[in-house]
């Protein structure tokens, strides 16, 4: 499965922002999913998961509240809706995909059973 997000941009604290992930191939309801994040100089870290069928999510403690994973399998897209934006949110945010039947445990692994990855997209949240 190929992903690319998108939706990345500058926005002010207190605002929102809705990142989509769009997948190719005929197996996107097979994999669990999530988003992950990058600042710079830190580690990656996992924001969001979202099981294949999208009835299981989990999301990092400092985001719960905040954010909210979805997504359509009938039109492969994977969201993330960003709400309460806080200038530690500014990072890179990268969309991936477990392997096909994978569980949701996969993507919150430490490390992540992710083979597939997307390109990133920059959040920059302005104070």
């Known amino acids: 499965v190929q992903l690319q997000a998108s939706g990345g941009g500058l926005v002010q604290a207190g605002g929102s922002l809705r990142l989509s992930c769009a997948a190719s191939?005929?197996?996107?309801?097979?994999?669990?999913m999530g988003w992950f994040r990058q600042a710079s100089g830190k580690e990656r870290e996992m924001v969001a998961a979202i099981s294949w069928s999208g009835g299981s999510t989990d999301y990092a403690d400092s985001v719960k509240g905040r954010f909210t994973i979805s997504r359509d399998n009938a039109k492969n897209t994977m969201y993330l809706q960003m709400n309460n934006l806080k200038p530690e949110d500014t990072a890179v945010y990268y969309c991936?995909?477990?392997?096909?039947?994978?569980?949701?445990?996969?993507?919150?692994?430490?490390?992540?059973?992710?083979?597939?990855w997307g390109q990133g997209t920059l959040v920059t949240v302005s104070s």
């Open positions: 191939g005929r197996t996107f309801d097979s994999h669990a």
């Open positions: 991936a995909a477990g392997p096909v039947n994978s569980p949701i445990i996969s993507i919150m692994a430490i490390p992540p059973e992710v083979p597939y």
